[in-house]
């Protein structure tokens, strides 16, 4: 039963620090972005929408969850029966592992329609850690792939 516990605890931890993870929004860079150059490009913001971002599916959840399920598969029964008990754990344990990864990271974003200076409209999509209004001006950076908007 402590193995099962011990298990339980590590998956738990390991899906909060995944929830921990840089997200995209308009005040998230990733290391890699850091002393690069971007472009600026300045609008006016034409709409906005809220969607949301799919969380992560790393192998982390499906791995922790698999392990916790086979633990416990392994306590069902005895000899051959607890052997088959480990594997059905591991396999619905690591399907439920990765759900779970995908909805603690899951995150609430905007997509954000912007009409350029030069005339162009574009749309980003980002996370929702600033809030823009329809006539609002603001800045679109851009560079290696990535844009996002800000004020």
Sequence with gaps: MKKIQGSAIALA??????ACAPGQGANSYSRSQARTEQ??????????????????????????????????????????????????????????GSAIEEGVTRKEGV?????????NMIAITQEADEQFKPGERVRVLSGGGVSRVTR
Excluded: Y
């Excluded at 931890?13 to 995944?18: A, E, G, N, T, Y």
């Excluded at 790393?58 to 008990?85: E, F, H, M, Q």
């Excluded at 997509?111 to 005339?119: A, H």
């Design 39 to 96: 472009s600026v490009r300045m609008g006016t913001v034409e709409g906005v929408r809220v969607v949301r971002l799919e969380g992560t599916r790393s192998p982390v959840g499906t791995l922790a969850g698999g392990v916790v399920g086979g633990v416990a598969g392994s306590t069902v029964g005895g000899g051959r029966g607890s052997t088959i008990a480990a594997v059905i754990g591991a396999v619905a344990g690591g399907l439920a």
């Design 13 to 18: 931890s390991l899906l909060v620090l995944s």
């Design 111 to 119: 997509e954000v329609t912007v009409r350029l200076d030069n005339g």
